[in-house]
């Protein structure tokens, strides 16, 4: 199976606007794939649409070639489909290492009262993901803010913290949406090796992401939307000769 992720001629209407038309791309699997496009093009809402936080209209998604329709967001995400969110969802009232392990509970295999016994199985448990948790922090270079409130980190600090809370429920596919927003060159550049270790450990990944640098420093493949329609996709130098991919750029410039 090539392909970690299918949209088939997905479609997507907000009252008489049309945020998604005949939307279909493939996601390769073992790909680090970028989503573009100017603001308001659709691209939140696909990653919506693939993980039924909206029903679409018309079409289909298929997770390893299986069809997602009918399937809860939270079974999507327990079959490994992960994703964040553009404005960084971390908890409040927990550290940043309580944050990272709270992204753990679909894979903990141990019973609830297994727990709660703190039988042998349960407490070898916790100890690994507390090692897991930590190494992605030092991934993310977060390491010094391990035991500091969530809430107490940079913005750019907070949008990593999320990616790397997705990655602890071990995900075969993570959704990332405009991960570098709000993140300085120093954060960006740990980003960058973050999304490439990712990728590199046998996760795929797809990324919503302006940061046109970055994408064409990580994307083995590069998806274009513009006003709700694929436009453009190839790998990055493809793109960056385009004449629509230029236009739909030039054309929000213009606006
Ligand atoms: N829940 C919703 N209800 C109504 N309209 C919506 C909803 N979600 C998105 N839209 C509209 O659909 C279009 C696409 O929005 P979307 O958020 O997917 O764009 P985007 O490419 O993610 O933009 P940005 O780069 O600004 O994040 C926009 O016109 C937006 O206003
Ligand atoms: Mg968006």
Redesign the pocket.
């Known amino acids: 199976m090539s392909a970690a992720l299918q949209a088939v001629r997905l479609a997507k209407s ?1 009252g008489g ?1 049309r ?1 998604a038309s005949d939307v279909s791309f493939e996601v390769p699997h073992g790909s680090l794939t970028a989503l573009i ?1 100017p ?7 696909i990653f919506n649409l693939i993980t039924n936080f909206f029903t679409p209209d018309s079409g289909e998604v298929r997770f390893y070639g299986t069809p997602l329709a009918g399937r809860s967001s939270g079974e999507i995400a327990a079959m490994g489909l992960v994703r964040t969110f ?1 404005s960084a969802r971390i908890f409040p009232g927990m550290t940043a290492l309580e944050n990272v392990l709270a992204g753990a509970h679909l894979q903990v295999r141990s019973h609830a009262w297994a727990q709660m016994l703190w039988l042998p199985g349960a407490r070898r448990e916790e100890h690994a993901l507390a090692r897991k948790a930590e190494a992605l922090l030092e991934l993310a270079g977060l390491q010094g803010f391990r035991d500091t409130a969530a809430t107490e980190l940079p913005m750019g600090g907070q949008k990593l913290l999320e990616v790397i809370r997705a990655l602890m429920a071990r995900p075969r596919l993570v959704l990332l949406d405009e991960p570098a927003a709000g993140l300085n060159d120093t954060e960006t550049a740990e980003l960058a090796a973050l999304l490439r270790a990712v990728r590199d450990s046998g996760v795929t990944v797809m990324v919503v992401e302006h940061n046109m640098s970055l994408v064409m420093g990580v994307a083995d493949q590069v998806v274009v ?1 513009d006003a709700g329609s694929v436009v453009a996709s190839g790998t990055p130098a493809e793109i960056q000769s385009d004449k629509r991919v230029i236009e739909a750029y030039v054309g929000q410039e213009a606006a």
Not at 39 to 45: D, Q
């Open positions: 907000f606007l945020a496009g603001n308001g093009a659709g691209k939140t809402t553009q939307l």
